[in-house]
């Protein structure tokens, strides 16, 4: 298992992931142009295949720095392979990242979830995320905005 950041050659891979992780998937255009955005850390985790060493797409975390912030737009995790920790990685891999690479200047990473996925909330509050605000009607159903500070 390999954690790398997603390339443009990745985007079949990040597509037929997406599909299985969501309901309403991004289409090919949104995630490719997410890819080659300049200001994107993507992130997946990957597997070799034993058999004809082909690479198959675990999990994957989507983002970008706006100012000196990282927001996170998905976290994915195939449906094979949820609670495995596959995204726990991928968090920890971001946060690392941010912290380390010198170009980069975020100082926090934030996110909104649904107030109804208890599940995806208690997962960021485990890796540190807390509650900042509530964003009303904005699923349509009320989403929480988190937030990780890094520095």
């Not at 997603?6 to 969501?22: A, Q, R, T, V």
């Not at 080659?36 to 970008?64: H, W």
């Not at 990282?70 to 941010?98: E, V």
Request: proline share 1%; net charge positive.
């Amino acid at each position: 298992m390999n954690i790398e950041k997603l390339k443009y050659s990745d985007l079949d891979f990040l597509h037929n992931l997406d599909k299985n992780s969501f309901l309403k998937f991004w289409d090919i255009k949104n995630l490719s142009e997410e890819i080659l955005n300049p200001n994107s850390f993507n992130f997946g985790v990957f597997e070799q295949s034993n058999f004809n060493n082909e690479k198959f797409l675990k999990a994957a975390i989507l983002g970008r720095i706006i100012f000196d912030e990282y927001w996170i737009f998905k976290i994915m995790t195939h449906s094979n392979f949820r609670r495995s920790g596959l995204a726990g990685k991928l968090i920890q891999k971001l946060i690392t990242t941010l912290k380390t690479e010198r170009k980069i200047c975020a100082k926090s990473i934030w996110l909104e979830v649904s107030v109804q996925n208890r599940g995806a909330i208690q997962f960021y509050q485990k890796n540190g995320f807390q509650i900042i605000t509530k964003r009303l009607r904005y699923y349509p159903e009320d989403a929480f905005i988190m937030c990780l500070m890094l520095k």
